[in-house]
T-cell receptor
Framework: GAVVSQHPSWVICKSGTSVKIECRSL??????MFWYRQFPKQSLMLMAT?????????EQGVEKDKFLINHASLTLSTLTVTSAHPEDSSFYIC????????????FGPGTRLTVL | QKEVEQDPGPLSVPEGAIVSLNCTYS??????FMWYRQYSRKGPELLMY????GNKEDGRFTAQVDKSSKYISLFIRDSQPSDSATYLC?????????????FGKGTTLSVSS
């Protein structure tokens, strides 16, 4: 159990367009989902924490109007990169927390975004 | 000073060797400690997680946490070529593992046959 999927796995878009990335927990309900960004040869950096039915909490330096997060159900969170620019090109990874006191986060396979 | 320090490597070992991977940290509030394995262009896969200080063993993997030294380790015995990947340490504060994780940069391991 504890499978997390992301869609799409990779996307190429033109500068100025918006891209939506989906994160789904396939076999469990996730009250909390996290969005990370990973640049080449760098570690994962937390962008925002998303709780079902409430507004996301963004980390310092992450523009909430540029990276829109919607956690509409217990199995789905979406990240929309608005007006994407080449510097937004990165590997975006989500994780989902299964709400038990001894559990941890399960990561999706990631989405590689390339903005031309 | 970064919150979590991890030597990026690369680390190259022959098949069958014992591998030692380490992270140091500065935040004494970290309670949960995790090791993830990440293959190229894939999401991280949880290998081990421990709470507070101590050792935990799972097959060929052993995780150690020394909170007094703010130092954690992952040992891989009888390393295999399939172990070649990037290993990320991660930590979180508080009493629940499902909080924001702070990651190290990752150590790239290459096991040659």
């Amino acid at each position: 159990g504890a499978v997390v999927s992301q869609h799409p796995s990779w996307v190429i878009c033109k500068s100025g367009t918006s891209v939506k990335i989906e994160c789904r927990s396939l076999d469990f309900q996730a009250t909390t989902m996290f969005w990370y960004r990973q640049f080449p040869k760098q570690s994962l950096m937390l962008m925002a924490t998303s709780n079902e039915g409430s507004k996301a909490t963004y980390e310092q330096g992450v523009e909430k109007d540029k990276f829109l997060i919607n956690h509409a159900s217990l199995t789905l969170s979406t990240l929309t990169v608005t007006s994407a620019h080449p510097e937004d090109s990165s590997f975006y990874i989500c994780s989902a927390h299964r709400d038990t006191s001894t559990d941890t986060q399960y990561f999706g396979p990631g989405t590689r975004l390339t903005v031309l | 000073q970064k919150e979590v320090e991890q030597d990026p490597g690369p680390l190259s070992v022959p098949e069958g060797a014992i591998v030692s991977l380490n992270c140091t940290y500065s935040n004494s509030a970290f309670q949960y400690f995790m090791w993830y394995r990440q293959y190229s262009r894939k999401g991280p896969e949880l290998l081990m997680y421990t709470y507070s200080s101590g050792n935990k063993e799972d097959g060929r993997f052993t995780a150690q946490v020394d909170k007094s030294s703010k130092y954690i380790s992952l040992f891989i015995r009888d390393s295999q070529p399939s172990d070649s990947a990037t290993y990320l340490c991660a930590m979180s504060e508080g009493g629940q593992a499902g909080t924001a994780l702070i990651f190290g940069k990752g150590t790239t391991l290459s096991v040659s046959s």
